[in-house]
């Protein structure tokens, strides 16, 4: 939490009624006591994410979710990860169900490579859930 003296905005914002109960019920979930702090952090969140600059060196993961009786799907999700130019450190493989696997692939490289390749896995027929999470390399130093 910010211990500044840095002057606070309101703003009103229009949602409609269905969005802002699913929210309500998500800001409970995660342990929120008001609507404020959860939209500060999921802005905060949305700004880290996005402010790393072309060529800034990132550490990340990938997660996938995919069916793997999909057919050819996996050689090609091998295939894009061994011609990626991001590196590769690790990847995880968890069998979910008899149709469903997970991936997990540990990342490292330039922020446009690792989208490049999350945009490219995502893009897979076959492939349900694609998300990259991933965090400046700058932080370790
Ligand atoms: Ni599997």
Redesign the pocket.
Known sequence: MSQNKEKVLRFGVSVEESLIQKFEKLIRRKGYTNRSEAIRDMIRDVLAAESAEKGQEMVGSILIIYD?HRPHLVEKLLALQHDADAEIIASQ????DHH????TIIVRGPVEKLEELQGRIGALKGVGQCLLSQASCQVLH
Request: glycine residues 0%.
């Open positions: 793997h493989h968890v069998h979910l469903h696997c997970m991936e």
